[in-house]
């Protein structure tokens, strides 16, 4: 059992045929994998935005085979001296706007999103409202609430009848938002980078007006901020680039390091909704996954992630322009840091595994969009070296540096 074409063949046997991975991986270092047969990779998908601080970074691995040893899981009938620390971090990660702010904790992105939506329900219930505008092209998970509050249609086939209570509007359209309000909005959701839909930044303008509208209307501004958060695009959280700030919003993927983790965030006014009973989780917060985090937050914090997440960004999307510039087939460059999304005319799936066989993992996000999210210690070598990949990649598939 140690050889791919032995393990796939198991995988598809047993597992349900919900992805479709091509190559099985062994171990993982910084912003490199391998295979059984150690073929290494560069890894730009970093478990699909989890591994910030790149793959089996030491004081990650250290604080959780510390924690492991001494309480791993304790349930939230006690409390844990890690998961209070790991709550006071967030909210001043939060900035001025999360003064006063609360956290609850849980296992993923559509957990943390199904608390932002339970919350503004519960905020909303004495005035009998509970709509949720969210954006077209969104993405906020698999549950069956927060399939519904994704505006894509095709993650959610299949599951009718679907929870009522959502509405849809255009993404950086305030207008459009605006006429999706009723008289039972309760709260607006978004993403200050659209990940899945296709690496689409929010501009500033459209963020202030959420707020606006938000503060008109008496609305709830939540953030998903599950995959451009955690210092993805150069700031701790999205909205952080826009000075909006939300009322609420939820972290995962790159919160624990690869630990299953979710968090909801919520300021000042949201900070006691929820009230005893009111919502809960088995795993959510348990001492390992919290020490995980701490340790995620205090290596980007000492190796100044954040800076160098604007860097090396700056430099990926240079590199990605330079491609846009050659190739007609290549028509725009999207993104925010380390959160690039390179639109391509054809199928984004044949460049994505293309680049694979040179040796570069990347995720697509939908049809026509190859999504990069490489650690974001990212050394200045190593994107040379992945552009090279990309550039060998490009110029047989796309021709000899003239689009015809
Ligand atoms: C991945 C993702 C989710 C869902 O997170 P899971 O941990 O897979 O449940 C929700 N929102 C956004 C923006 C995401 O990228």
Known sequence: ?????????????????????????????????????????????????????????????????????????????????????????????????????????????????????????????????????????????????????????????????????????????????????????????????????????????????VRELCDEKNLLMICDEVQCGMGRTGKWFGWQHSGAAPDLFTCAKALAGGVPMGALVGNAKCADVFTKSSHASTFGGNPLACAAALAVISVIEEEKLLEAAAKTGELLHAALEGFAEKYDQVLEVRGRGMMAGMVVEGSAAEVAALFRDYGLLVCTAGEHVVRFLPPLNLKESELEEAVEMMSDALEELYGDGGAE
């Open 1 to 209: 059992m140690s050889k791919s074409n032995d393990i796939k063949a198991l995988y598809e046997e047993f597992m349900m045929p919900v992805y479709s991975p091509e190559i099985v991986l062994s171990d993982g270092q910084g912003c490199k994998v391998r295979n059984p047969e150690n073929a290494t990779y560069y890894d730009f998908t970093s478990g699909i935005g989890v591994h910030n601080a790149g793959h089996c970074h030491p004081k990650v691995v250290k604080a959780i085979q510390a924690q492991a040893a001494v309480l791993g899981h304790c349930s939230n009938l006690f409390i844990n001296a890690k998961q209070a620390l790991l709550a006071q971090k967030l909210v001043k990660l939060g900035g001025p706007a999360f003064r006063g702010g609360k956290v609850f904790f849980c296992n993923s992105g559509g957990e943390a999103n199904e608390a932002a939506i339970k919350l503004a329900r519960k905020w909303g219930s004495p005035e009998g409202r509970y709509e949720i505008v969210t954006m077209r092209n969104s993405f906020h998970g698999r549950t069956l609430a927060t399939l519904t509050a994704t505006g894509q249609a095709w993650c959610q086939e299949g599951y009718d009848p679907l929870p009522v209570g959502f509405r849809y509007a255009d993404y950086n359209d305030i207008e459009s938002v605006r006429a999706a309000l009723t008289d039972k909005t309760v709260a607006i959701m978004l993403e200050a980078v659209q990940g899945e839909g296709g690496v689409n930044p929010a501009t500033g303008e459209f963020m202030k007006g």
